[in-house]
């Protein structure tokens, strides 16, 4: 084991978000690789809006995509003793004071800051009271008075400096005595030993408050490495109007998660020309040296692409099982039939999700066929009664149901009725099918069987029109 220390800590506030897999996915990369400990923190101090459902939607994601902690979920709400104590040393201390302007005077403070230019801050009114009155109050940590500068170097985006007049007295506690985000980062940061945060760069600007506050706690200062924004095609952060934020909704539209894995990784970070990345490769392969400064765009083809291609090279029987929810919500049951590995080798060249598959594969366990009226009024016509009688011969006449002896029944097929291969196998087709659109029709013959294969060669025959 090394020394490094990451983590990656949700708010129970909604779904797992893209960009939030793509922060935990580097944190858990850079873990495996450098034999180190990811963990896992729930950010639920705020009471009124985390919930249990988000709580289990943001592991079962986590889950789903394969980013398993070492320690963890930890829980904020757990830890408000000792976030408290924490507060009371920075009073003891002389280095956060109690705040009693309403909320009424900070926004005309704000107000008259603005009218003036200034920056519209906390003015400090509070800072040297020594009166304690019987009213409410916000802590606010004190920041250094005066000129002088935080700087730091971040991992992606280098140095960054930020000057001290910039900033205001943040609060780190509430009326209501919860501590605040900027507050209680640190405190666990700090205490859970992180060596390394990984984050969006939405955080940038927090980072010199919370530096400052790691120094007045008495607390080492890890190192920081800020991750660029997820952008949709219109260059405006990634939102619902760009589609699927939330990434269960993936795995709802069929996609695979090592092919969400893998487009994530590529979603800021490099290496080389390659697109195709397993777990393996990416714990092998990944550095911070690599990502980007420059935000991702999220590209929803892109890796539509990445999972066609999982699917295309997957292991039929774990996609036939990942298959089997998908063709229960649509009311298909695969109890009776053909195997079902075999109706997903027939179907991984021309799927690019598990919806697409669940689609494709649904005439394979249909009782009776129901067929679309225009192939139905085109192919299974009466002018066709011949080519299915001959069908149902030579078939029938098949020792094996194999590709080898399905090619010899067509050829003498072809010879016997005079048509070419397509005039033969589209009537076949929509006969099996109900379609005109399917794996190739050896194929289909091959998966259905010989007995069914007849019995729908038969009940096309007496659909004729």
């Not at 963890?72 to 507060?87: C, E, M, W």
């Not at 083809?301 to 699917?311: A, C, D, Q, R």
């Not at 029987?317 to 089997?324: G, K, P, S, V, W």
């Not at 649904?362 to 016509?381: G, P, V």
């Amino acid at each position: 084991m090394s020394d490094l220390r990451v983590r990656f800590a949700p708010s129970p506030t909604g779904y797992l978000h893209i960009g939030g897999a793509r922060t935990a996915l580097f944190n858990y990369l850079l873990a495996q690789q450098q034999h180190g400990t990811y963990v896992l923190r729930i950010e639920d101090t705020d009471v009124a809006r985390s919930t249990q459902e988000s709580v289990d939607a943001i592991l079962n994601a986590m889950d789903w995509l394969g980013l398993s902690c070492d320690e963890g979920p930890f829980y904020q709400s757990d830890r408000f003793d000792l976030y408290r104590q924490k507060v009371q040393q920075l009073l003891d201390e002389g280095k956060a004071y109690r705040c009693y302007c309403t909320q009424e005077e900070l926004d005309a403070k704000r107000e008259a800051a603005l009218q003036e230019g200034r920056k519209p801050k906390y003015d400090g009114t509070c800072r040297h009271r020594s009166d304690q009155p019987d009213a409410p109050y916000v802590v606010r940590f004190k920041l250094p008075e005066g000129q002088g500068a935080t700087t730091f170097v971040d991992k992606i985006k280098g140095p960054i400096t930020f000057q001290h007049d910039e900033l205001d007295d943040l609060i780190i506690q509430r009326t209501d005595g919860t501590p605040t985000y900027n507050f209680v980062v640190v405190v666990d940061d700090a205490e859970m030993g992180m060596t390394l945060i990984i984050r969006g760069d939405d955080h940038v600007n927090n980072t010199p408050r919370q530096i400052l506050l790691y120094e007045a706690l008495g607390y080492p200062v890890p190192e920081f490495a800020h991750v660029p924004m997820i952008l949709g095609s219109d260059k405006k952060r990634l939102s619902k109007r760009h589609g699927a934020t939330s990434v269960m909704a993936y795995q709802e539209m069929g996609f695979l998660p090592e092919a969400l894995v893998n487009y994530l990784a590529r979603l800021g970070w490099s290496h080389g020309d390659e697109e195709i990345f397993s777990m393996s490769d990416l714990i092998e392969k990944f550095s911070l040296d690599h990502v980007g400064r420059a935000a991702g765009v999220f590209n929803p083809e892109k890796l539509l692409w990445l999972n066609s291609h999982y699917i295309k090279s997957g292991d039929p029987a774990r996609l036939a099982e990942l298959l089997q929810p998908f063709l229960a919500a649509k009311g298909v049951s695969t109890t009776a039939g053909p195997d079902l590995v075999e109706v997903v080798k027939s179907l991984q060249e021309r799927a690019a999700t598990l919806v697409e598959m669940a689609d494709g594969a649904a005439f394979y366990f249909a009782e009776l066929i129901e067929y679309d009226e225009k192939a139905k009024n085109k192919f299974l016509s009466n002018d066709q009664r011949e080519l299915f009688e001959i069908l149902l011969e030579q078939l029938n006449g098949c020792e094996r149901f194999d590709e080898e002896s399905l090619e010899k029944a067509f050829a003498v097929i072809m010879e016997k009725t005079g048509l070419k291969f397509g005039k033969v196998a589209q009537p076949l087709r929509v006969a099996l099918t109900g379609g005109t659109a399917s794996p190739s029709i050896y194929q289909v013959l091959e998966v259905l069987g010989k007995e069914e294969s007849l019995k729908r060669i038969t009940q096309a025959l007496g659909a004729l029109v």
